[in-house]
């Protein structure tokens, strides 16, 4: 099989305005185009001589722009089965452009979808395969008051979720009101975990971690900026709550290498985003494994899905709980919904629903 063309779709939307909030000081929802003005998003398509089509999603101009200028040249002709060679020539790639973290996999996760349907079998099994019922945690969006928290919280616990993680205000002080109140909320048995959103210094995340290890919480998540490895190190040195880290710093496995070297987290982050497609992500899982140490899969997606169905060092599935609508319409989303706090990741071959092609080119702006 070779791959015969590679295209960038780039499709506007009318931006709205944002439906929820991170912590004090980091933008919302969204990718900062102001309500009412146009944002562009970007579709990769990888075709094949055997009829076979690839997907992948990624960020407008800057896709198609990378598409003109490196992935036609590198990948035309290439054989999409070949994912492991495949990666390491975007890679190499990657040595002169420095690209954004979340370009580095859309070639890597347009080629396992060509794979999967190919070998017409899900990805997850192509990866090893483990356990398709995978346990989902409510991860919070910000909201503004205690009682939003409490309402909302609530809401999940009905609709079957045991875990939940707090995405909080970035103030200490509130923060472990709030953490408390959840430990009320929730009951003793319930995960806990925490994500500080790269707030605080590393005072801050010492005092605020053993608020946290008094509670019972399952981890503290990238409490502060991920470049300072000495602090983290000495934080789990200080701590008992374990330190979940390495989340956003590119690199892919050999920057999580460095973490587990110097010490400096408990439990370590991978997905499909941050680290380089599906296989940059699996390579993450393993590599932790192999030191005896849990490997947490970050965000929503089809690829995440996978991922949490295919290792054993993953706990959880990230749900994103924003408001009442979304939370009580979680069962009913089609092939990821969350049925009674699990995810059943689908039994089938491919990346997820392809676009309708013929419907994307009419609207795309721009088709490189």
């Known amino acids: 099989m070779r791959i015969t063309d590679v295209r960038c ?25 102001l309500p009412g003005q146009k944002s562009y998003s970007g579709v990769l398509r990888v075709d094949t001589d055997e009829g076979y089509i690839g997907c992948a999603y990624g960020r407008g101009p800057r896709l198609a722009d990378i598409v003109q200028r490196r992935l036609k ?41 060509i794979k999967s349907q190919a070998a017409k079998m899900p990805v997850f099994k192509l990866l090893g395969g483990n356990n398709v019922r995978v346990p989902a945690y409510a991860s919070t969006v910000t909201w503004d008051t205690m009682d939003e928290y409490e309402r909302h ?35 003793p048995d319930a995960d806990l975990m925490f994500d500080g959103s790269a707030g605080w210094d590393y005072v801050t995340s010492l005092k605020f971690g053993r608020i946290l290890e008094d509670l019972g919480f399952l981890w503290l998540e ?97 749900q994103l709980v924003i408001d009442t609508a979304q939370i009580k319409g979680l069962k009913n989303i089609g092939p990821l919904s969350i049925v009674g706090g699990y995810l059943t990741v689908p039994d089938v071959p491919g990346m997820g629903p392809q676009p309708n092609w013929n419907e994307l080119e009419r609207q795309a702006v721009m088709i490189v």
Request: negative net charge; charged residues 25%.
């Open 222 to 318: 990238e409490p502060m900026r991920e470049f300072d490895l000495v602090s983290y190190a000495e934080l789990c040195h200080a701590l008992d709550i374990p330190i979940l880290g390495a989340e956003t710093p590119d690199g892919a496995h050999w920057n999580a290498a460095t973490w587990i070297q110097m010490r400096a987290l408990d439990m370590m982050r991978t997905e499909v985003g941050f680290k380089g497609g599906v296989t940059g992500g699996i390579k993450v899982a393993h590599l932790a494994e192999s030191f005896g140490m849990r490997c947490q899969v970050h965000g929503m997606s089809w690829g995440n899905a996978q991922l949490c169905a295919a290792v054993p060092n993953n706990d959880y599935y990230e």
């Open 153 to 187: 919280i609530k809401e999940c616990i009905d609709e079957g979720f045991f875990a939940f993680k707090l995405h909080a205000w970035g103030d200490a002080k509130a923060d472990a009101e709030l953490s408390k109140n959840l430990r009320k909320w929730c009951g």
């Open 73 to 113: 040249r590198a990948f035309i002709g290439a054989d999409p089965l070949m994912t492991e060679d495949l990666w390491h020539k975007m890679w190499e790639l990657d040595r002169i452009e420095e690209f954004q973290v979340y370009d580095l996999g859309v070639i890597d996760i347009a080629c396992w979808d």
């Open 9 to 33: 779709f780039v499709v506007p939307q009318v931006a709205g305005e944002p439906r929820f909030r991170w912590r004090t000081g980091l933008p919302g929802d969204g990718d900062g185009t």
